[in-house]
């Protein structure tokens, strides 16, 4: 790890890169005229939504984010004006600056069809994103700055994991967590569950890493398998369960997940939950939920309650709860939890 050692935090430049995309989201809600609606009156996302004829999954995240950027109130239920809003972004205001923000343009991005994704609904999820040769090096990347070493961290504190013989990481990309691992444990062989098309690329591109012939690559679609292999004896899931969560088969899947290993096994998960964050990141959050719904993708969000509900239903218990470290571009909860009983 020496050479990956950080000496400054990263969140500090992706929390301003996420905030130069408020432009686009400041000019819809002017555009569709959000702030005229809300000047008549509290209201519901719901009455909200039928005045501006848009979707309600879109538009509840589009509120919540002018919420967290003080320019809309959430009060019993009510978006309100905030003083900020009434001043300066209502028409009828005498002192509104609606044109000078007007000059703010922004760039092209992930919300230049923010309007009609609000109008018309979100295009359909590009699940082939995750699978080129640029972006699994791009994930790789953008663990090296701050969550590759913060789960390193984590799960070697764990005093199980010095014990470690076999882990599974579901959804694991390329391997570069696995890797890390491998470095941190000399009996440990792992195995990396991803799409086909993925794992072919980990083939190639990790061909010459010193630990290669100590990681196994698993074809694998959570969509129509399952079963991911036996005795491992730790379990790792990074940012990957955000759907079959929204889809109500997290129970199912941690079931099968506890089937896959070892009684006293360690299981760690890594995912983005909406608990205590900095004001910064509160923003940046609203932006990616916001972000991921218009992509078509339910959500991006895990929130700890459920997790650990349905991980103790599963058979797991003994957790150990890492809140979200404001240092991290993407500051996620870290829970690990042992495996108490079969199922
Ligand atoms: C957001 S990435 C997370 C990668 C890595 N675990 C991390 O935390 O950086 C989601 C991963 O899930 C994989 N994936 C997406 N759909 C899948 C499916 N149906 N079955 C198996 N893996 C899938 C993707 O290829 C990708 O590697």
């Not at 609904?121 to 699940?127: A, D, I, L, Q, V």
């Not at 470290?325 to 690990?336: E, T, V």
């Amino acid at each position: 790890m020496n050479t990956l050692t950080l000496h400054s935090p990263f969140s500090f430049i992706s929390n301003l890169l996420y905030k130069s995309h408020l432009p686009k989201v400041i000019h819809a809600a002017i555009e569709l005229g959000v702030f005229e609606v809300i000047a008549k009156g509290p209201n519901s996302c719901e009455e909200i939504r039928k005045s501006l004829n848009t979707h309600h999954h879109i538009t509840e995240s589009f509120l919540n984010l002018l919420c967290s950027i003080d320019l809309l109130q959430l009060n019993n239920g009510l978006y309100e004006l905030s003083a900020l809003s009434k001043d300066f972004l209502v028409k009828q205001s005498p002192v509104n600056q609606i044109d000078y923000i007007a000059s703010f343009s922004g760039n092209s991005g992930p919300f230049d069809q923010l309007v009609e994704g609000l109008r018309n609904g979100s295009s359909e999820f590009k699940y082939d994103m995750w699978s080129t040769e640029k972006a699994v090096l791009g994930m790789e990347q953008m663990a090296k700055g701050g969550s590759l070493q913060h789960i390193v961290s984590f799960i070697t504190s764990i005093p199980q994991f010095k014990n470690c013989r076999k882990m599974c990481d579901l959804g694991g990309s390329i391997g570069y967590y696995s890797f890390a691992l491998l470095e941190e444990n000399p009996n440990l062989f792992a195995h990396v569950c991803d799409l086909p098309k993925v794992c072919q690329l980990a083939k190639t591109l990790k061909n010459n890493h010193p630990h290669f012939n100590r990681v196994c690559f698993e074809e694998f679609d959570i969509h129509t398998n399952q079963s991911f292999g036996h005795d491992y004896d730790l379990f790792l899931i990074s940012h990957f369960i955000y759907e079959i969560a929204a889809q109500k088969k997290l129970l199912e899947l941690l079931k099968n997940v506890n089937r896959s290993m070892t009684l006293g096994a360690v299981f760690v998960s890594n995912h983005i939950s909406s608990d205590e964050l900095s004001e910064d990141h509160k923003i940046t959050l609203h932006l990616i939920e916001l972000q991921t719904r218009l992509m078509g993708y339910p959500t991006h969000q895990l929130p700890e309650e459920l997790l650990v509900n349905a991980l103790t239903e599963a058979g797991f218990g003994d957790f150990r709860i890492q809140k979200p470290d404001k240092n991290l571009a993407y500051p996620s909860l870290l829970i690990s939890a042992i495996k108490i009983k079969n199922i």
